[in-house]
């Protein structure tokens, strides 16, 4: 079988925005490792090679010609992107499936997020002109709920089959009239890779006598931030000492957040452009009476897992969290997550995980102080916390949940969404 991804987000940097990266690029090359032909197509970087082979996966770098005109990522000139993808796209897959197809191979499709819905339909509609389409899988899978007002939900569940990233996600998209299939977001094995031992040491030896806790996410409401900071200032009334590390987006809200910390006589620094293990390190160095470091870049893998293990908690709170990969890859490495109640359905509250169910500051205070009156217990919790992520392990997601249910991504166009049915 070939198996085509189709996503704005994808491995370049340029194309990094955040867990639909990671979704995407762990998904094409879990499959490719499996020996599945794999293709993803995502919006690249504009200065790579329009194509580009590793092994069983081919990467299609799209809409380069309109990326020159807009350095800044993947979404900025969004819009016009996601017409030029929608457009160009499925005819240059076509013209790719063809000759596969007319040697009696099968092929797979699975889009990703609201960007991609009209490319599936522009698919759907040349595969059934080509008399092609009971030859192709068509998945389509939502990661949030951005967009949503502006998907065709009949044409599109007629078109593919509908999938999303939790249970949580799959009764959101039932307000939508929508019943979606799980398939949950997986890791791949190098995120239980654990940090050097150099660079672990450091970080401890460093806040040996600091409550190192860390946040990494999006500058959004929906995230909790300012839940963040109330924890961060209450911890410091109670003498525990904290220090936080976050690292945000680009949003404007960030700046909001900010000043709310300064408000409740927080002090701030910012760190700009640490690059790697040893530059996140530096960024750390002389912080002194600092509550809150800011790192105002992009922060890899290597020096997430420093921190998600070294941190004596991991902010993963959130109001709204469709799955909650920051949660799953702290607990790959052994870290102490602290989540939300909504899309993380890998967390079970006291086994894996602290799970806050309010956005009462207290609520951490009352779990995490409890906890560290017992280290016995917390070191049975972060080992529980590794053992659910191996888990989910995209190779074991791909043979668990999509390879067994390929018999009913065959039946297209049998999905009707709710609403029309009633």
Known sequence: MRIHVLSFEGPDGYACAGGIASRVTGLAESLAALSFDTHLWFI??????????RGNLTLHRWCQWISRFHPAGVYDGEE????????????????ELLPHLRRSGDASVMAEEWQTADAVLHLDWLLRRAGLRSRVNILWNANNTFGFDRIDWGRL???STITTVSRYMKHR?????VEALVIPNGLTADAFISPAPRAAAELNRRFADRLLLAKVARWDPEKRWVMAIEIVARLKQEGWRPLLVARGGVEPYGREVLATAEAAGLQVVQRQNPQG????LEALSEVHGADIVVLNSHVGPDSRRMLFQGAAAVLA?????????VGLETMAVGGLACTGCSGEDYAMPGRNALVLQTADPDEFLAQFGRLRANPNRESAIRKAARMTAKQYLWPDIIERDILPRIPLFNRQST???LAAAS
Do not use: C
Request: hydrophobic share 35%.
């Open 157 to 159: 569940a007629s078109a």
């Open 415 to 417: 999905q009707t969404p």
């Open 173 to 177: 998209m039932r307000e939508w009239g």
């Open 80 to 95: 016009g992107k996601r017409i030029d993808y929608a457009a160009s796209v499925p005819p240059f897959l076509i013209e």
């Open 317 to 325: 709170n959130s109001a709204h969290e469709p799955f909650g990969l």
């Open 44 to 53: 690249g970087d504009p200065s790579l090679a329009g194509h580009e082979t």
């Open 277 to 280: 293990v040893s530059g996140v």
